[in-house]
């Protein structure tokens, strides 16, 4: 009999913090149980039987490792469930596959549902008390998909073997392995625990281990090797190399490796499914892993299912294909606006709609360029006061009512409800609909001329027209904009939309040429103290409303724009504090943060807690009826486990 032991983090600023409020932070990590495991008593998966009676696969309890990951059934509310089947999703294009990888978040560490992180592929993680040294304990064997153990060696040549070598990585490792200019000091302690260490605390480096997109700090060794030069004779890879029409040895191991673009079907892997088809394809068939880590509280192996197929259709076609039927489980490329439509197929289609709520800070919201190139322009958004007319001036109550059937939240570009950092003024702060209030601010200004048309002049002699671009990407945007621009011509302000394509408007935005766009709101409404700040604070170029100043901070004051607001040099030093900080520090910072967000309006948000459709087969099991739909964190579905579904046929 093996117990199966699902472990705490074992020490350090993480158990200290079991208080109410540590259940969405990082603290909390409780000891799940042990139960015991007696091969004899588990039946094989019916997949495997045969390859099993046949020799080619060793039984269930020799594919697991020594303490599987057990899944709590009872904090997620699930039922032990049956195995089989397919689930059948659908994609819009071939490069989507990758939703595979976040769907089935399978991380080092991962969050739960409570938004703890806890260990998953992991046996155990220690973090010491200064949070600058981080070593992780791997389950003894625990298996690739090919059945190769998988060990310390595997993360050794991510290190040493490809983001330390000049070919693979010319700009060497990722930036959450460094803390400044400090890289990671990297330690092989035994076949199963490695340690990254450095001088000081290290922020970044847990909440990047269980990130949607993972950074994949491990590889599997025993099978890049043979396309690395330092591992392979050389004529012997460099007739490969030739073979494949490829510049180099570098090229060919990258393209052998895309873990999360899934290219390569015989690459092992530690994921619940496996890729079976190449591209070119419009049907995607992942099968499942053999040697998957996870099990379910009776021992089970999961994944439940055996097949996810990922079909692929034009995004025009998927509202209708859902409605005819030919899914299983579906929330990409639906919005609210197909709910009633889906709605009325429930019955014919042995389906349920459900309504998620979103992870988005907001379901849109106007971003003002405060480092535009227009010297007039700059001058006229970097007031707080024009920021707070045009939010003032914007009717959100229509906009919900027209487009969203009165579901959605007016709200800022902030985090939610769910979080701990929320206040709500947060969100309240600006919002409400008053022209009178908006017309006094923009007066106050002294843009007190008007044209023949009632627009209002800028100091220039200009009419205070702007242009707000768009991505193209979402209809809904352009909508919103046409009733905001009807609300503003009661503030003397004219709103033109100019569609471009999602490179060309960040590239325009990043030269400064761009004075206003629309997008989604942030990402990181369910965030924790823990989280990142960075789309709050200017240290991305991506961010639209200050591109020019997160430029300067990612290329270390060698191209963009040292902020030079007070409230932006302010926002940089609790940024500063919070990548320093303690726990209690951390959450300090974010909520100065926060506060300057909302008094300062740096973006402008419209709208929120737009309901997500979310498609689910009646006999479809341990899908939750209500759940929040978040890319991060939360990976979509990833955080409720799909390996947990199952059909009950």
Same mark, same amino acid.
């Given at each position: ?67 599987? *990951? ?72 625990? *298996? ?49 625990? +490695? ?31 043979? !396309?690395?030069?330092?591992?392979? @004779? ?15 040895? =570098? ?58 197929? &990922? ?29 009633? &439509? ?43 006061? !024009? ?9 959100? /109550? ?23 950092? &929320? ?9 409400? !609909? ?54 503003? *011509? ?28 629309? !997008? ?15 789309? &709050? ?21 060698? =191209?963009?724009?040292?902020? @030079? ?11 500063? *504090? ?5 726990? /209690? ?29 979310? +498609? ?34």
């Amino acid at each position: 009999m093996n117990p199966i032991i699902v472990p705490a983090f074992s020490e350090g600023w993480f158990n200290r913090s079991r208080n109410k409020r540590a259940r969405t932070g990082l603290g909390g990590m409780i000891l799940a149980g042990i139960i015991s495991l007696g091969s004899p008593a588990l039946a094989e998966i019916p997949y495997f039987k045969d390859a099993v009676s046949k020799g080619e696969l060793p039984p269930m309890a020799e594919r697991l490792p020594e303490h599987p *990951k057990v899944i709590d059934f009872t904090a997620e509310n699930k039922e032990i469930g049956k195995y089989g089947g397919d689930l059948v999703t659908i994609m819009g294009r071939s490069r989507d596959i990758r939703m595979a990888v976040v769907y089935a978040y399978a991380r080092l560490i991962g969050y739960d549902e409570d938004l703890n992180l806890k260990p998953d592929i992991l046996e155990r993680l220690d973090v010491n008390d200064a949070g600058n040294e981080f070593t992780l304990h791997i389950r003894k064997g625990h *298996k690739w998909s090919d059945g190769e153990p998988f060990t310390a060696e595997d993360f050794r040549y991510f290190w040493e073997d490809i983001v330390n070598n000049d070919e693979l990585f010319p700009v060497g490792p990722p930036r959450f392995l460094f803390v400044g200019d400090e890289p990671a000091t990297f330690e092989v302690l035994d076949e199963y625990t +490695v340690r990254y260490s450095w001088s000081q605390p290290n922020p970044f480096f847990l909440t990047e281990l269980a990130a949607t997109r993972p950074p994949f700090i491990y590889r599997p060794a025993h099978y890049l090797k043979q !396309f690395h030069e330092d591992y392979r @004779d050389a004529a012997e890879l460099d007739a490969i190399v030739k073979e494949r029409g490829l510049r180099s040895w =570098a090229v060919l191991h990258t393209d052998k490796d895309r873990p999360y673009r899934l290219e390569n079907i015989e690459r092992p892997s530690l994921e619940p499914w496996l890729i079976r088809t190449e591209e070119p394809s419009d049907r995607f068939i992942f099968e499942r892993n053999p040697y998957y880590h996870r099990v379910d509280p009776d021992g089970n192996q999961l994944p439940y299912i055996d097949r996810m197929i &990922f079909n692929i259709s034009n995004a025009k076609l998927v509202p209708a294909k859902v409605g005819a039927g030919e899914v299983d489980l579906q929330s990409r490329i639906l919005s609210l606006q197909d709910y009633t &439509f889906l709605k009325q197929s429930e019955p014919q289609q042995n389906f349920k709609v459900n309504l998620w709520d979103v992870g988005y800070g907001a379901y849109a919201a106007l971003y003002p360029n405060l480092t535009c190139s227009d010297p007039v322009w700059r001058k006229l958004l970097r007031d707080v006061r !024009f920021r707070r007319a045009l939010s003032l001036a914007i009717n959100r /109550t229509e906009i919900n009512r027209v487009m969203f059937f009165g579901l959605a939240t007016p709200t800022n570009n902030t985090v939610l409800p769910k979080s701990p950092l &929320f206040k709500p003024e947060y969100r309240e702060s600006y919002i409400k !609909f008053d022209v009178k209030k908006a017309n006094a601010l923009l007066d106050e200004i002294g843009l007190t001329k008007r044209n023949g048309d009632g627009i209002r002049l800028m100091p220039d002699g200009r009419p205070l027209e702007i242009i707000v671009e768009t991505m193209g990407e979402n209809p809904e945007h352009d909508d919103m904009l046409e009733l905001i621009g009807d609300s503003w *011509k009661q503030i003397g302000v004219k709103l033109f939309v100019k569609g471009l394509q999602r490179e060309v408007l960040r590239n325009r935005a990043y030269s400064g040429e761009t004075v206003m766009s629309i !997008f989604n709101g942030v990402d990181s409404g369910l965030a924790t103290p823990a989280t990142v700040p960075s789309e &709050f604070v200017p240290i991305q170029q991506d961010s639209l409303q200050w591109p020019k100043w997160g430029q300067y901070f990612q290329t270390n004051g060698e =191209a963009g724009e040292a902020p @030079d607001l007070p409230a932006a040099k302010e926002l940089m030093e609790l940024y500063g *504090k919070w990548v320093k900080g303690n726990e /209690t520090a951390r959450k300090e910072a974010w909520q100065g943060i926060l506060d300057i967000n909302a008094e300062n309006m740096f973006s402008i948000g419209l709208i929120g807690n737009v309901p997500q459709p979310v +498609v689910v087969r009646n006999d479809l099991r341990n899908v939750p009826e209500k759940g929040i739909h978040s890319w991060e964190p939360g990976a979509f579905f990833g955080i409720y486990r799909p390996d947990t579904f199952w059909w009950d046929r």
